[in-house]
């Protein structure tokens, strides 16, 4: 399946604000949603392991006040950023659906792109 191209490098900020992705998870409809932590570019279906809701309230925000946890606003559950496992809250033993990332040089510049797989997909027009 083609790459999804989710946006430039420098537009994912370490600890900030998260993007969204419109999807179909299962023929249903969902949102992936991607962030960097350490450097890295990560990104994860938007579905708590607690009970199946987004995690952000306010749009993109997924990373708790420390930058360091990515948290479920609804009842606070705390996911590793780098790994979706749940390390607090009401998700325990649970983890975020993680999406492939690649992040790469392109002719416009370093980019964050979404890999998905069969299961896990961007809408199609
Ligand atoms: S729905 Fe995410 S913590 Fe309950």
């Known amino acids: 399946m083609e790459p999804v191209r989710i946006c430039a490098s420098e537009e994912l900020i370490d600890g ?3 993007l969204r992705h419109a999807a179909k998870y299962a023929g249903g409809d969902a949102i992936v949603f991607f962030v960097r932590y350490g450097g890295q570019a ?6 708590c392991a607690h009970v199946p809701m987004e995690l952000d309230w306010v749009e993109g925000q997924f990373f708790e006040s420390s930058g360091l946890y990515l948290m479920c ?3 606070g559950a705390i996911y590793a950023p780098d790994t979706g496992k749940c390390v607090g809250g009401p998700c325990r033993g649970g983890r975020l659906r993680p999406v492939q990332v690649d992040e790469r040089d392109t ?9 998905p ?3 896990l997909r961007p809408v199609t027009p």
């Open 42 to 47: 990560y990104g994860y279906l938007n579905r």
């Open 117 to 119: 797989d069969d299961d």
């Open 16 to 18: 900030g604000a998260g």
């Open 107 to 115: 002719p416009d510049g370093r980019a964050v792109f979404w890999l």
């Open 73 to 75: 606003a609804t009842h």
